[in-house]
């Protein structure tokens, strides 16, 4: 099982600022399959990244993704407040599907 | 555009079985895998598993003794049993569709389940 661990726990930014989010995986697999979701409270997970670095449709560009091996990377360039929220990272490379504990961005 | 909605009871007593039913509207539930995730109260998401609309299955080996997702593609719809459950499987329960070789790009809104007596 690929296990991803995610940090920081939490970040506390203010609006306007940068936010950099690490996901990193047990073992290394390809980038075209690591996602990256944004989830707010009482709602469903909603998919921002897939392959890493492809944005879903919709998506602001202020969202981006890249890595590979173990070691990616979400990157909200400039955080508008509808950004605060918690981020996970989920591989579907290999069974079991997993995701990442989570990192909650919130307002400093 | 497709659209999911999980209905079922939200109380199941300890040692019962959960059952669930996720509804696909707007397309069909054909070509794609269909699974279920849930979301222990404040907690992060586990995947459950899976069924691909031919009838082919995947669990999550956590669970896999306990869960069966089965299909029935003339409804549209796609079910969950978990058996034997315990306070530990309280949960926002998902189902979320993932296209082959893709990820989870479509999710329902989710619906809670309390496991208690």
């Known amino acids: 099982e690929i296990v991803l661990t995610q940090s920081p726990g939490t970040l506390s930014l203010s609006p306007g600022e940068r936010a950099t989010l690490s996901c990193r995986a047990s073992?290394?697999?390809?980038?075209?399959?690591l996602a990256w979701y944004q989830q707010k409270p009482g709602q469903a997970p909603r998919l921002l990244i897939y392959?890493?670095?492809s944005r879903a449709t919709g998506i602001p560009d202020r969202f981006s993704g890249s890595g590979s091996g173990t070691d990616f990377t979400l990157t909200i360039s400039r955080l508008e407040p509808e950004d605060f929220a918690v981020y996970y990272c989920?591989?579907?490379?290999?069974?079991?599907?997993?995701f990442g504990g989570g990192t909650k961005v919130e307002i400093k | 555009q497709v659209q999911l909605q999980e209905s079922g009871p939200g109380l199941v007593k300890p040692l019962q079985t959960l059952s669930l039913t996720c509804t696909v509207s707007?397309?069909?539930?054909?070509?794609?895998?269909w699974n279920w995730i849930r979301q222990p109260p404040g907690k992060g998401l586990e995947w459950i598993g899976y069924?691909?609309?031919?009838?082919?299955?995947d669990y999550n080996p956590s669970l896999k003794s306990r869960v069966t997702v089965s299909i029935d593609t003339s409804k549209n719809q796609f079910s969950l049993k978990l058996n034997s459950v315990t306070a530990a499987d309280t949960a926002v329960y998902y189902c979320?569709?993932?296209?082959?070789?893709?990820?989870?790009?479509?999710w329902g809104q989710g619906t809670v389940v309390t496991v208690s007596s």
């Open positions: 069924i691909y609309y031919s009838g082919s299955t």
């Open positions: 392959g890493a670095s």
């Open positions: 073992q290394s697999f390809s980038s075209s399959y």
């Open positions: 707007g397309g069909s539930i054909s070509s794609s895998y």
């Open positions: 979320a569709r993932r296209l082959p070789g893709d990820t989870f790009d479509i």
């Open positions: 989920q591989q579907y490379v290999s069974s079991p599907l997993t």
